[in-house]
């Protein structure tokens, strides 16, 4: 019997996006045919059973919003797949106008994009209240149109509810079986720290790296730097001695750091979007056997204290940071039961295996 073909849209992520390619991509190819148009330059593939072609890597932001939602769209009607599942705030109009052509659209919203707006940088402050308001207005008034609203965590969910009642929650939880490699002894570890993803100021880069003047432990970091003052912050500083960077890596090395350390961090800082997120990389701190060192957040308070798996603190200031690394080493045998404490709630219930199951269900009920 021949699969039904699906779609998935993204103009801002790359190929390997572990959301997008190997949570729901992958996890769908078992049922759908599943193709993939995204925009990262490294031409077309096939990768796991998923189709993937590429429109090309955009110039710039204006670039990408003026010409590749185009290129992506045309590639879109070129396929002409019977569900449609798109990524991006800005794909909202290919959305809108594949839905007066009677097709099925799925929305995959992965943030809270009109507070993430409110800590971007490269966008005048005077003019970030006036976008973050503009934006949730279009988000309000289209996505009342389409077949299914997917969402990342409850927070997003429960404010697209009150819009489109075919909104749902799939959390980011992490994929079991990447992580059952780590087998290492916890003794044989080594006493370092380590922090997985974009490395910008609102994510705390800052005061991370601040920390380590009040701690002697070193900071293993991976992922991608936003801009040159922050690569010469962690490469060329008075701590820099002090810490080890990969670059961006891929999901083998990432598992490969994740065992080799004691500790994983997660100190965001305090902003709109920040304080009711599920990033991913807390998710599989815990799963890797590690206590986690997060902001303070209320929500993330009640996973991290909740299952007594780590400490929280104010992410503003470093010592505190610094004073949670230095207990956590210090006292080993309460950070090993952390750590697996930690791993045994996410083999419970923070785990892809059970969120995968609603995404297939809503796809089977549309196809």
């Given at each position: ?11 801002v ?35 796991s ?8 890597k ?11 939602t ?26 809108t ?34 976008v ?20 990342a ?57 601040e920390?380590?003047?009040?701690s ?6 991976a ?11 962690i ?52 799963c ?28 503003m ?10 207990y ?20 419970d ?19």
């Amino acid at each position: 019997m021949k699969k039904v073909r699906i779609c998935h849209l993204t103009s801002v992520h790359t190929r390997t996006d572990i959301r997008i390619f190997h949570k729901e991509c992958v996890s769908l190819s078992d049922y759908f045919e599943v193709y993939l148009i995204l925009a990262d330059g490294k031409g077309d593939e096939k990768i796991s059973n998923i189709n993937i072609i590429d429109v090309g890597k955009p110039k710039g932001r204006i670039g990408r919003f003026l010409f590749t939602t185009k290129k992506i769209y045309k590639q879109a009607i070129k396929i002409n797949p019977e569900i449609y599942h798109f990524h991006d705030p800005e794909l909202i109009y290919i959305g809108t106008k594949l839905r007066k052509k009677n097709k099925t659209v799925f929305y995959d919203i992965h943030e809270d994009v009109p507070r993430q707006i409110l800590a971007k940088s490269y966008i005048l402050g005077p003019i970030r209240k006036i976008v973050s308001m503009y934006i949730e207005k279009v988000e309000n008034k289209y996505c009342r149109e389409f077949n299914g609203l997917i969402c990342a965590t409850p927070h997003i969910n429960k404010r697209f509810l009150k819009i489109n009642l075919k909104s749902i929650n799939i959390n980011n939880y992490p994929i079991l079986k990447e992580f059952n490699s780590i087998d290492k002894n916890w003794n044989q570890r080594d006493n370092s720290i380590c922090y997985i993803g974009a490395l910008s100021a609102d994510r705390g880069i800052f005061e991370l790296i601040e920390s380590l003047r009040y701690s002697n432990y070193q900071l293993c970091l991976a992922g991608e730097c936003e801009s040159r003052e922050i690569y010469d912050l962690i490469t060329n500083s008075e701590n820099s001695q002090k810490v080890k960077y990969y670059g961006t890596v891929n999901r083998k090395k990432i598992v490969e750091i994740l065992s080799s350390s004691k500790i994983g961090i997660v100190t965001l800082r305090y902003t709109p979007n920040h304080f009711e997120s599920l990033p991913i990389k807390m998710f599989e701190y815990m799963c890797a056997g590690m206590p986690v060192i997060a902001s303070d957040f209320p929500l993330w308070k009640s996973i991290i204290e909740g299952n007594n798996c780590g400490i929280c603190v104010d992410p503003m200031k470093p010592e505190k940071i610094a004073e949670a690394v230095n207990y956590l080493i210090e006292n080993d045998e309460i950070a090993k039961k952390m750590g697996e404490n930690g791993r045994r709630a996410v083999m419970d219930k923070y785990n892809w295996e059970t969120e995968k199951e609603k995404l297939i269900t809503i796809y089977k009920s549309c196809s």
